[in-house]
Structures are given as C-alpha cells and as structure tokens.
T-cell receptor
Framework: ETGVTQTPRHLVMGMTNKKSLKCEQHLGHNAMYWYKQSAKKPLELMFVYNFKEQTENNSVPSRFSPECPNSSHLFLHLHTLQPEDSALYLC????????????FGPGTRLTVT | GQQLNQSPQSMFIQEGEDVSMNCTSSSIFNTWLWYKQDPGEGPVLLIALYKAGELTSNGRLTAQFGITRKDSFLNISASIPSDVGIYFCAGQPRAASGAGSYQLTFGKGTKLSVIP
C-alpha cells in the first residue's frame, strides 16, 4: 500500500448505528486530518492530530469521535448520526514542518438513512 | 472566517485548448495550493506555492502566487480528456499561527469538462 488509504470506501448506516472509518498513511507523516466534503461546499476541516495529539477540533458534534493510536492510523467513530451527516469523509496527512502540503486518501462515501 | 472565491465555477473547453482559473481572497495568504479531484476520489496535490510572485510548473500545469498575496491562478496548456475533474485552490491565511497553522482554507472548486 502506498499513500493514504481509507476503509470502507462506501458506508450506509442507520441513525442508531455505530460504525468507524479507518485511515492509514504510508508516507511517514506526523500529522493527520479528517475533512468533511459536502456537495456545493468547500472542504470542512473536522479534526487535526499531530504526533497522535489532537490539536484542532473545529466545533464538530460529539456524535463524531476521532481516535489516533499512532502517527500512521486515524479513526473516526460514528454514532447516532443524522441524515445531514451524509457526505464524503476525507482523511489527509502531512509532514511535520510542512503541514500545508496535505495528501488525501480516496475518502469514505457515507450515507445516513 | 476566511473565504476563497474560485472562478469560474465550471467550464467546458475543447481538447487542445488552454485553461485558466483563479482564486481570490479578501485577506493575505502565506501559502497557496492547487488540488485536482476526480469523481469518487480524494483531492490530489498538483502544485504548492510559498512566495509572492512565485511561478511553478508541473508538466502542462502552471500556477502563480499573486504579488498581492491575495490571489493565485492555475493554467493548463493543451488540455486532454484526462484533465476532466474539479480543481480546488487552498491556502493558509497569514493570520493563522500557533494552533491554527495547520488549517487550510479551500475554495469551492472549478469543474472542468473537456470535449474531445
């Protein structure tokens, strides 16, 4: 595997379900990010982790819970989501010292029914 | 918050034509990035710009960091069908520092269609 991988690529879940999104980066980067991409809107940054420590939480509802066990892996735990949470969830990573060059995974297309 | 205005929102061009799109802001940015996103995939970094006036090429793509630090443009020369996709600009605002430094502001994208 190379670059940034995300699983699953597609997910359909009910509002009462609990599911997790997984991201893994094979680039040796130190920082990892979760973004939400909705139609007609700019990418929205959700969370930032640097060396496993959360450094940003952009007022994300608590039904989204991130976890970063090490610099290569990032999870997004989902529970009691709403239909408006349906979107493409993108993971990205960047190297320490150059946080601006972020490399994205293919995303997880989430549909909440 | 910071906003980036990308134009045009969409464009249809003939294969072989050159393409130009731009991104503007009301405030100063320290860094400009250009990404391309194909359907069903994540954005792919094309070009990164770090200095006002900087002009950088990546194959048929050329991007410039505006000298006012409030804009950037991306040119694609001799377009081909695989150039189809959505092109995003992103930037790091000058005001961001400390904990906010990791944040990029993204534009809404320019959707490019190439007619063979």
């Amino acid at each position: 595997e190379t670059g940034v991988t995300q699983t699953p690529r597609h997910l359909v879940m009910g509002m009462t379900n609990k599911k997790s999104l997984k991201c893994e980066q094979h680039l040796g980067h130190n920082a990892m990010y979760w973004y939400k991409q909705s139609a007609k809107k700019p990418l929205e940054l959700m969370f930032v982790y640097n060396f496993k420590e959360q450094t940003e939480n952009n007022s994300v509802p608590s039904r989204f819970s991130p976890e970063c066990p090490n610099s290569s892996h990032l999870f997004l735990h989902l529970h009691t989501l709403q239909p408006e949470d349906s979107a493409l969830y993108l993971c990205a990573s960047s190297q320490g010292g150059n946080f601006y060059e972020q490399y994205f995974g293919p995303g997880t297309r989430l549909t909440v029914t | 918050g910071q906003q980036l205005n990308q134009s045009p929102q969409s464009m249809f061009i003939q294969e072989g034509e050159d393409v130009s799109m731009n991104c503007t802001s009301s405030s100063i940015f320290n860094t400009w990035l250009w990404y391309k996103q194909d359907p069903g995939e994540g954005p792919v970094l094309l070009i990164a710009l770090y200095k006002a006036g900087e002009l950088t090429s990546n194959g048929r793509l050329t991007a410039q960091f505006g000298i006012t630090r409030k804009d950037s443009f991306l040119n694609i020369s001799a377009s081909i069908p695989s150039d189809v996709g959505i092109y995003f600009c992103a930037g790091q605002p000058r005001a961001a520092s400390g904990a906010g430094s990791y944040q990029l502001t993204f534009g809404k994208g320019t959707k490019l269609s190439v007619i063979p």
